[in-house]
C-alpha cells in the first residue's frame, strides 16, 4: 500500500481535520487566546495527528502488503485466509472475517461436491461391471465366428473400458499397484484380447524384444497399450496393415514402441494428440473418434510416473513410445 493511495482514501478526513485547525484558529483569535497557547496547541496537535497517522498508515500498510504478497505466491489462492494474521484495526477484522465465512462455506460445498462426484465415480464403476457381464455373454453365445455383430461388441467393450479408466484416473493414486511386470505378458493378453481383429483385417503383427520387466501397474499398461492398437486399427491402411510391438533397452530406460504403418498424424498436430477431445483431421474423415482414448493415457502415464510420446509421419508410420525408469520408485501424482 503507497503513502499517496493511504491520503486519497482519507481526503475527506483530512479536510475535515484541516477545518477543524482553522476553526480553532478563528476561535483563539476572537477570544484572543495569547500566541504561545495557540502556538503549543497547534504543536502538540500536529504532533498527535501525524503520529496517529503514521501508526495507522504503517499497521493497514504491513496487512495489505502480506495479503497481496502472499496472494501472488499462492498458487490455491482460496487457501489464502490460512496463512493471514488476524489484523488489529477495524477494516481488517471486517475483511479478514468475511474471508474466514467464504472459506468456510467454499469448503462445505467443496465436500459437497467431492461426496456427489465420489457417489457418482462409485455407480459408474458398479455399473461398467455390470454391463460388462452381458458383454461377455453375448460373446460366448456369438461362438467363435467373427461377426459384424461381434465387432460392434468388441467396440462397445472398449468404450466401456475408457469410460471406466477415465473415472478412475481421476483417483489414480486409489487404484494402483505398481510392481514388477513383464512387457510379454502385457502383450500377449492385448493381442489375445484383439486376435479376432488381426485375423479379419488381416493386420501383420511382429513382436521383437519383449522379454523385459518394468515396473509398472498391469492392469493399467493393459487399457494403454489396447487403446493405442485401437487407434492403430481404426487408421490402418486397406491393403498390407502392419503393427510392430517392442522393447528398446538403453542403461536407464525401457522404451515400449508400437508401431503401425496407417495414415499417419499430420505434422501440425502432433503437438496436440494428447489433448482432451482432441480428433484431428484424420478423426474428421469419417472415422468415429471421441478424441479421449490417448489423452486418458497420457493421464495414466503421467500419474504412474511414465513418459509417453508420440512420432508419426502422415501417410507412412505412427509409432507410441512409453518409457519406464529402472531401479526407482515411481511417485503417483495426486493432481
Same mark, same amino acid.
Request: hydrophobic share 45%; charged share 10%.
Given at each position: 500500500m503507497r503513502w499517496?493511495?493511504?491520503i486519497k482514501d482519507r481526503f475527506f478526513y483530512l479536510i475535515s481535520v484541516l477545518l477543524f485547525f482553522l #476553526?480553532? *484558529?478563528w476561535l483563539f483569535l476572537l477570544f484572543q487566546v495569547p500566541f504561545l497557547c495557540q502556538f503549543l496547541f497547534f504543536f502538540f496537535a500536529v504532533i498527535l495527528f501525524l503520529f496517529w497517522s503514521l501508526y495507522d498508515y504503517f499497521r493497514k500498510k504491513q496487512f495489505y502488503d502480506d495479503l497481496m504478497s502472499k496472494l501472488e505466491k499462492l498458487p490455491d489462492k482460496y487457501l489464502l485466509i490460512e496463512l *493471514?494474521?488476524?489484523p488489529n484495526f477495524l477494516e481488517g477484522k471486517i475483511l479478514y472475517q468475511v474471508l474466514s465465512e467464504s472459506d468456510k462455506d467454499m469448503n462445505e460445498h467443496i465436500k459437497i461436491t467431492e461426496r456427489r462426484l465420489k457417489n457418482f465415480k462409485e455407480y459408474l464403476e458398479l455399473w461398467v461391471h455390470e454391463i460388462k457381464t452381458p458383454l461377455a455373454?453375448? #460373446?460366448l453365445l456369438l461362438g467363435k465366428k467373427q461377426t459384424e455383430l461381434e465387432q460392434a461388441l468388441t467396440e462397445i467393450e472398449n468404450q466401456v473400458d475408457q469410460v471406466l479408466y477415465y473415472a478412475r484416473s481421476e483417483t489414480a493414486e486409489k487404484d494402483y499397484y505398481i510392481h514388477k511386470t513383464s512387457l510379454k505378458t502385457v502383450v500377449n493378453h492385448v493381442i489375445k484380447k484383439n486376435r479376432d481383429t488381426f485375423l479379419s483385417d488381416k493386420i501383420q503383427l511382429e513382436l521383437k524384444n519383449l522379454d523385459r520387466t518394468v515396473e509398472t501397474d498391469a492392469k493399467? *499398461?493393459?487399457f494403454i497399450c489396447n487403446q493405442i492398437l485401437q487407434n492403430s486399427f481404426k487408421y490402418r491402411k486397406e491393403k498390407d496393415a502392419k503393427i510392430t510391438i517392442q522393447a528398446i533397452d538403453t542403461k536407464d530406460t525401457v522404451h #515400449?514402441?508400437?508401431t503401425d504403418n496407417g495414415i499417419g498424424i499430420p505434422k501440425g498436430e502432433l503437438s496436440r494428440v494428447f489433448e482432451k477431445s482432441f480428433t484431428g483431421t484424420n478423426g474428421r474423415l469419417g472415422k468415429s473418434s471421441t478424441g479421449m482414448g490417448l489423452y486418458i493415457c497420457k493421464n495414466l502415464c503421467d500419474k504412474l510416473?511414465? /513418459?509417453i510420446t508420440i512420432d508419426s509421419v502422415s501417410g507412412s508410420y /505412427? /509409432?507410441?513410445t512409453i518409457s519406464f525408469g529402472k531401479n526407482h520408485f515411481y511417485d503417483v501424482i495426486d493432481e
Open positions: 499517496i493511495d493511504y #476553526f480553532s *484558529l *493471514l494474521n488476524q455373454r453375448s #460373446f493399467w *499398461l493393459e #515400449f514402441m508400437i510416473g511414465h /513418459t /505412427t /509409432t507410441v
